[in-house]
Nanobody, 121 residues
Framework: VQLQASGGGLVQTGGSLRLSCAAS????????MGWFHQAPGKEREFVAV??????YYADSVKGRFTISRDNDKNMVYLQMNSLKPEDTAVYYC?????????????????WGQGTQVTVSS
């Protein structure tokens, strides 16, 4: 599976962005799809995941971010609203399968290249 993340950019506090993750090579419908972010000098952190049985979010983004997928288009999205400066990071989409801890990057086999999100104060 090849993943391509896009949609990042510079936005002011309180603004919105929608990230997209396009997949090729295999259909995404059989995978759990996650979004992670990584700020400079920090570890890669879980943001959200969409599985066959539901969507789950990091506490820091609950109520502000929404993950969704379009299996027909082989796409996954992350709608980010009410953005804060602490959301600034490179955002990665990832695909995983089987039983694993969705919140850990090590559970995902495939990764996109990342897209930069910068929220100015």
């Amino acid at each position: 599976v090849q993943l391509q993340a896009s949609g990042g950019g510079l936005v002011q506090t309180g603004g919105s962005l929608r990230l997209s993750c396009a997949a090729s090579g295999r259909t995404l419908s059989s995978y759990n799809m996650g979004w992670f972010h990584q700020a400079p000098g920090k570890e890669r952190e879980f943001v959200a995941v969409i599985t066959w049985h539901g969507s789950y979010y990091a506490d820091s983004v609950k109520g502000r971010f929404t993950i969704s997928r379009d299996n027909d288009k082989n796409m996954v999205y992350l709608q980010m609203n009410s953005l804060k400066p602490e959301d600034t990071a490179v955002y990665y989409c990832a695909a995983g399968s089987g039983s694993y801890d969705y919140r850990r990057p090590t559970g995902y086999a495939y990764w996109g290249q990342g897209t930069q999100v910068t929220v100015s104060s």
